[in-house]
């Protein structure tokens, strides 16, 4: 259907689905919610997720990179440079040389390939100093794909995520609401049938903040986010330290969510048993 029957997502936190948490504290994000929808319960659609938070450009062309050239399979979605754009200092023209380096790889191995381009950050206090290099960056992926035949997820005009309740507290990554609604995106990028509209607003705010609240929370943001990521630059250390991707093989995704199913209904049915 749709002639994907093989999804490999590879990428940062983004991808990996962070802060759309699942009851057991995994996440499951948009490209899982992508992957669910093209699989539509054939037992012989395959996905892998490779991506992991906290993950630079060069260790996802690395890493992840080589897995899915080595695989072929019929759809990577390919989205990554965020966390070194964000770098004070960062080269936004070295990154996209990168970037481009990894999508020619992609395309030449004759792998179909969607790329996401960075988020406007105006709605976000703080954060909203990025938008500059956000933006340059932006104008880089536009254009390599373009040159390459790469299909593109347009995050920056993405009417929904300009308000501020489509973000996560951490001021980084997205709410679930969000991850469903661009999941629905890409899947209308890619020509995907779906039963609902990413597009759909948000209600009107009933208490919209105040200077004094707006302060509070930049207070608490940095305490709670902005200074352990500062510690963690300095240490060259990463969040996704001792952690694995959470799908590294492409396997059968029904396959995998039955026999999730199974083991739940075992465990209910022992816990049944004891008690």
């Known amino acids: ?12 936190s983004f991808t990996e689905g962070l802060n759309d948490e699942l009851p057991d504290g ?17 037992p012989d659609f395959q996905y892998a997720n490779l991506s992991l938070r906290g993950k630079m450009l060069d260790e996802i062309m690395d890493e992840q990179l080589p897995i899915a050239l080595e695989v072929k399979p019929d759809l990577v979605t390919l989205c990554a440079g965020g966390n070194d754009v964000i770098v004070p200092g ?30 406007d950050t105006k709605a976000l206090s703080v954060m909203s100093v990025l938008r500059g290099k956000i933006g340059i960056y932006n104008t880089y992926l536009w254009a390599i794909a373009a040159r390459h035949g790469a299909k593109m997820v347009d995050l920056w005009t993405m009417q929904p995520l300009h308000d501020r309740r489509a973000w996560s507290d951490d001021r980084l990554h997205f709410t679930p609401d969000a991850h469903r609604r661009i ?19 948000y209600a009107p705010t009933a208490e919209p903040a ?40 492409l396997s059968p995704l029904v396959q995998a969510e039955a026999a999730a199913l199974e083991l739940d209904v075992r465990d209910f049915q022992d816990n049944a048993t004891a008690s």
């Open 1 to 12: 259907m749709y002639g994907i029957d093989s999804y490999v997502a590879i990428g940062d």
């Open 26 to 42: 995994s996440f499951r994000g948009w490209a899982d919610r992508l992957a669910e929808m093209l699989a539509a319960g054939r």
């Open 90 to 119: 960062a080269d936004v023209d070295a990154i996209a040389a990168r970037f481009e380096a990894g999508v020619v790889k992609l395309r030449e191995a004759g792998i179909p390939v969607v790329i996401f381009n960075g988020p």
């Open 183 to 201: 999941a629905l995106l890409t899947a209308e990028v890619l020509g995907v049938p779906v039963t609902e509209d990413w597009r759909e607003p």
């Open 210 to 249: 105040t200077w004094i609240t707006s302060r509070r929370s930049d207070l608490n943001w940095t305490k709670t986010h902005l200074l352990p990521w500062i510690r963690r630059q300095l240490k060259g250390e990463s969040m996704g330290d001792g952690l694995s991707p959470k799908r590294p093989r």
